[in-house]
């Protein structure tokens, strides 16, 4: 019998390249309910554990920059009591939150727009954001009211309102002013998207800045996901030749 537990169980990383930046689908969770004959919520609880197991192991191993998409900008089309229970599930858990990841030192910062959610949901998501902004740890972006085609859009107005009120050159416009107008301002594109649930699509998520990412596409709901998958996608990416458009 071992004397001392290990505090931490850790795949191997000494050979392999841990991804700077990843981003993170979680799909999956109505299919995983359905085949279980549970309501589709039980699937999007069982999901925000696997969230927080997912989120904790990424800091483990040392990713600096995890980016999951939580709620989308078409979310709110789902049955009211859907998304009741998400907003119910969202709350509870960034509740937690102010509490658990502090161990971890991870700064929590929401992408999307905020303005939609309830006060008290918002109040929550600002706290979070303050409570953690100082910790130096990995950078948690949640993404909640999010659509890569929204914030695009808002990044064109925010430019444009500039070059309106003389304060930017159109001439200066370039790549990387765009970059510092999105809700990832200053933050690295992601090396790495994740889209458990075998589904081959993007689903307007970080469209600009998954211009060079790699995907992984795995056949696995999100529910059933363990630190063994995010290993295996890790694996997939090492083998990856990245060229970023060069030869
Ligand atoms: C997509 O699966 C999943 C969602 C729309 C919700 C994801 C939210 C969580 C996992 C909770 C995370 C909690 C926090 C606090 C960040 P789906 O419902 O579209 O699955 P399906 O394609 O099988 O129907």
Redesign the pocket.
Known sequence: MALFKKKKELADYSDKAVPTSIGI??????????NRHLP?SA??????K???TITRYCSDIGVKYLT?????TE?WR?PQD?VGA?MR??K???QE?LDDFKDDSIVIHFIGDKSSFSEDLQKLMDDNEEISKDRDGMVLN?A?NYGSRDEIVRAVKSISEGVKNGDIDINSIDESMVSDHLYTAGQPDPDLIIRP?G?YRISNFMLWQSAYTEFVIMNK???DFKKEDLDEAIRLYNLRSRRFGGV
């Open positions: 689908i979680m799909d999956g969770n109505g299919r995983w309910a359905k589709r699937g999007h609880r069982a999901g925000a696997v969230f927080r999951v998409y939580a709620f989308s979310n789902r859907e998400l599930l969202f509870e858990y960034l939150a949640i909640m649930s589904e709901l999100w529910p």
